[in-house]
């Protein structure tokens, strides 16, 4: 016998790393790229690598992000972003308000 799990799915466009730029308390790059999004995260963060970054330096900045990318969220009836934007700020909110996550089957 299975049980239903609560499965939550966020997509970013054009990559992850514009949700981890959204922590930070500045601008974005313009155009916004993955490539751009990359260096600007080296920038600002000292170094970045896909596989290890300073969590902690991006965590403190959670809720600055969650309000970022649901303000670049124009089209919140689609699937996913149809243009720049994140939608892992869905999970975030999902995760706190107790509907995904221990605890929420």
């Known amino acids: 016998m299975t049980t239903a799990k ?3 799915l966020a997509v970013s466009n054009p990559s992850f790393e514009l949700w981890l ?5 500045v601008e974005l790059p313009e155009p ?3 490539e751009g999004l990359i260096t600007h995260l080296r920038s600002q963060l000292g170094s970045y690598n896909k596989h290890k970054y300073d969590c902690g330096a991006i965590l403190n900045g959670l809720d600055r992000a969650i309000e ?3 303000g670049l969220d124009t089209s919140p009836q689609h699937r996913w972003p149809q243009s720049v934007g994140s939608r892992c700020y869905k999970i975030i909110q999902s995760i ?3 509907r995904i996550g221990p605890g929420s089957a």
């Open 21 to 25: 730029a959204l922590h930070l308390d």
């Open 68 to 70: 970022r990318a649901s």
């Open 96 to 98: 706190r308000a107790g």
């Open 6 to 8: 609560k499965i939550g």
């Open 32 to 34: 916004v790229s993955n």
